[in-house]
């Protein structure tokens, strides 16, 4: 049985395991840009050689609080937008509409559809819901935009059942012209426990900080009562305008970084929290094109010691 210790074993290897992937790639350690995030709400750029500052953006205040939804890509076009995901709440109705964008030269702020419909079926009341997410393009041209799209069944404020489709579209960067990519629909899903995202999946995304060229990562997850589950994954690459999709098993748990559809960066958490005595095993996982190589492991590091 293992002990939790006080702070993360995996945490502290990260920064190493970032190594590792740039050995994998080395085109990747090519012509990087720093960007650091300031108070009260700024973007500064520094020079990777000498540290020294060259441009800044203001940014909205809020990227501070939430900085894991601010993106910035190779061109220096930058992204905020409050992440959404279902079931909405009733803030996220309002609060989530607004997507603040740096094309480069100006700040614009673009609406995103976020909404909730409700009717009557029956003695049913059925929600239909969408939550899309934006993304940057890595050469700068466009938005690509995840959403999760589902039509719930509740009575008396218990979850029934739902059917959800994920959906994959992008516009040019004033969020107009709207071309659908590709789509996954999702088997009709009872709600066992009367809430419907503690046994039903929806699509998570992951995108390489650079933003979306030819290559992202679509994991379905089932949030659960105490942990979340993954139920699949799917490595999309784009060839000729169409985007495949191939399987990844066992599915991803938590990505750290990746290339392409062959080279994937993965942390497998461990489940104990506070101190618990637990089972599980942080480990950090390399997939290399069918081959996967461990990087790090608790368990084993721990009987080493």
């Known amino acids: 049985m293992l002990k939790k210790p006080r702070a993360s074993s995996l945490k502290n290897t990260i920064p190493a395991l970032c190594v590792v992937l740039a050995l994998v790639t080395p085109t990747l350690a090519q012509n990087k840009r720093l960007w650091v995030l300031r108070v009260p709400g700024e973007m500064t750029e520094y020079d990777p050689t000498t540290f020294g500052a060259k441009s800044s953006v203001k940014v909205p205040p809020e990227a501070v609080a939430s900085p894991q939804s601010l993106s910035v890509n190779h061109l220096g076009q930058m992204l905020f937008a409050m992440p959404a995901s279902l079931p909405l709440r009733e803030d996220d109705l309002t609060a989530q509409k607004k997507v603040w964008l740096w094309d480069g030269h100006a700040a614009n702020i673009l609406n995103r559809d976020v909404d909730r419909a409700t009717s009557a079926t029956g003695s049913n009341l059925a929600i239909t819901e969408s939550a899309p997410v934006p993304n940057l393009a890595a050469d700068g041209t466009h938005l690509y935009w995840f959403a999760n799209q589902a039509r719930r069944l ?59 060229a030819k290559f992202f990562l679509l994991t379905q997850f089932v949030a659960g009562q105490t942990e979340s589950v993954a139920k699949s994954t799917s490595a999309y690459q784009e060839s000729s305008g169409k985007w495949d999709a191939a399987t990844l098993n066992p599915p991803l748990q938590r990505v750290l970084d990746g290339v392409d559809a062959g080279t994937v960066l993965e942390a497998i958490p461990d489940g104990g929290c506070c101190g618990w005595e637990n089972e599980s095993n942080d480990q950090a996982l390399l997939r290399l094109h069918g081959k996967t190589l461990t990087i790090f492991d608790e368990r084993a590091r721990v009987q080493k010691s």
């Open 154 to 212: 509740q009575r008396d404020g218990v979850d029934l059942s739902t059917k959800t489709t994920w959906q994959l579209w992008r516009t040019d960067l004033a969020g107009a012209g709207r071309e659908d990519l590709t789509s996954v629909a999702m088997p009709d899903c009872s709600c066992a426990t009367g809430s419907c995202e503690e046994t039903c999946p929806y699509g998570e995304t992951w995108v390489p900080d650079e933003g979306i």
